[in-house]
């Protein structure tokens, strides 16, 4: 009796479970806050002033390592963040930048905004990689604060704030051709036999836990690479078995291998299962069932075999499909079958085309930023939300009475005061934006106050 099944616990062999999804929670660094200094010196009486800007917080970055195989580390620790900025100093020195927050994923991993559900980037190739969130701007010292009206400016600002994002990753492998087949098929023994990889074998079903990859070298300009994933069965979209989900794996293959078993089926049976896998394709994924497919009749090696894929070869052919007689085990009409899933690799230029070309590093779209609004409520008063106005109240420091009298200038050249009062506010009622909370006061008040 095999042991019982189980889709995630450890597999057999003893090698970790192949983890294709995980959710991750990243932050990128906060920004150093700028300093607010002034030059002291001997025989210097009224020094400038001399604050140095806050370093960059760190940027989180995600890249394509082929030594990482899963995503099992990540959905163990899904917290991840940049380094803070460092302040900066007087003598207008800056602080250090944050260090970027580098995570380290398989090749073939999707990364998508769990907030918008759109797909930021496909990390095909090998260090490819993405900055899924940058780093908080340093906050300028208050030399950079310095003009012709404002000679010494008491205030800095402080570091922007980093990001946060949640992103959901989804390994896809990168296998140029997929063998599918119901549980026992024989499709382990066949990469085993194409291919260096030495998957599990046996003769019971779901031997295969997680899907493996092989790469076949068929001459010195020709490879591919082949992926054995674990059997499917009829109601596999409904769960059964191992279920769809390692059918994700052979959704990015130019060819599917159609492994079918002629040693124990019945009479007629090998079309039946045909069949059956087929509707189990098109149920998960319409595009995966219109893939090209090299069907294979295994097993030959048994004499019923052979004789049952003589009977059925014309049945097939009046489906216009060219069934392949072969044996994993003996080798037989394995050449034609290479040959066969090299001409489909040729049509795609998939096979020769093997040369890397540059790793991509992309930057993702920052996350969505919320637009300026006001609410009133009879509590707390009038409500200013928005990404930009709650970012310029968290870059103020707001126990400075000059980086207040700043604050309240940017905000009035953005229209916020204008909003405000188009929403009716009066003098005296209550606003808050982020921390910042005050009473309103018209300084270019038209004599309405009570
Ligand atoms: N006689 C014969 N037996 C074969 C052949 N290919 C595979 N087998 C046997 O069929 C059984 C199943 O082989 P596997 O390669 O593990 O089958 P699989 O399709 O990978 O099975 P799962 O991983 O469970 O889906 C084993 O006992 C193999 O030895 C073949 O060409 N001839
Ligand atoms: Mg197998």
Not at 26 to 40: E, H, I, K, L, Q
Not at 165 to 173: A, D, F
Not at 316 to 345: H, I, N, Q
Request: hydrophobic share 35%; net charge neutral.
């Amino acid at each position: 009796m095999p042991p019982p099944l189980s889709a995630t616990g450890p597999d057999r062999s003893g090698v970790a479970p192949l983890v294709d999804e995980a959710i991750i929670e990243v932050r990128s660094g906060r920004g150093g806050n700028g300093a607010a200094t002034f030059r002291r010196e001997k025989f210097v009486p009224l020094g400038g002033p001399d604050g140095g800007n806050g370093g960059k917080g760190g940027d989180v970055v995600i890249v394509a390592d082929p030594r990482v195989r899963t995503l099992l580390d990540l959905q163990r620790h899904p917290h991840w963040r940049g380094q803070e900025g460092v302040n900066g100093q007087c003598g207008r020195k800056s602080g250090r930048n944050g260090a970027d927050c580098v995570i380290r994923v398989p090749v073939g991993t999707l990364l998508h905004d769990v907030g918008t559900g759109c797909l930021l980037v496909d990390l095909k190739q090998e260090r490819d990689s993405c900055v899924v969130l940058q780093g908080g701007r340093g906050g300028r010292g208050n030399a950079g604060f310095a003009s012709a009206t404002r000679r010494t400016p008491r205030f800095a600002e402080l570091g922007e704030p980093g990001q946060h994002r949640s992103i959901r990753l989804e390994l896809k492998l990168l296998a140029d051709v997929g063998i599918i087949g119901f549980p026992n098929a024989g499709k382990s023994t066949l990469v085993s036999r194409i291919s260096a990889a030495k998957p599990k074998i046996g003769d019971y079903p779901f031997t295969t836990l997680a899907p493996n990859l092989g790469a076949v070298v068929v001459d010195h300009a020709t490879s591919f690479i082949v992926a054995d994933i674990p059997g499917i069965i009829e109601g596999a979209h409904a769960g059964k078995g191992l279920g769809h989900q390692f059918l994700r794996h052979v959704e990015r293959t130019t060819v599917l291998v159609h492994l079918l078993d002629f040693a124990s089926s019945e009479r007629k049976g090998p079309l039946e299962d045909f069949d059956r896998l087929n509707r189990e394709l098109a149920l998960f994924n319409e595009a995966l069932s219109l893939k090209p497919q090299v069907v294979v009749a295994n097993k030959i090696d048994v004499s019923e075999a052979r004789e049952m894929c003589q009977e059925l070869q014309p049945v097939f052919a009046s489906r216009g499909v060219d069934l392949l007689p072969l044996s994993a085990v003996s080798g037989e009409g394995v050449e034609r079958l290479l040959r066969e899933v090299v001409a489909y690799l040729r049509t795609d230029g998939r096979v020769d085309a093997k040369a890397m070309s540059e790793p991509q590093r992309t930057i993702a779209p920052r996350p969505t930023e919320r637009p300026t609004k006001i609410d009133v409520s009879f509590d707390l008063g009038y409500v200013v939300t928005g990404s930009v106005v709650e970012k310029l109240v968290a870059m103020t420091d707001l126990e400075n009475p000059d980086a207040l009298n700043h604050l309240q200038r940017t905000l009035d050249g953005m229209g916020i005061m204008k909003m405000l009062k188009s929403a009716g506010i009066r003098d005296g009622d209550f606003v808050r934006i982020g921390n910042f909370v005050s009473n309103f006061v018209d300084e270019d008040g038209d004599g309405e106050t009570p």
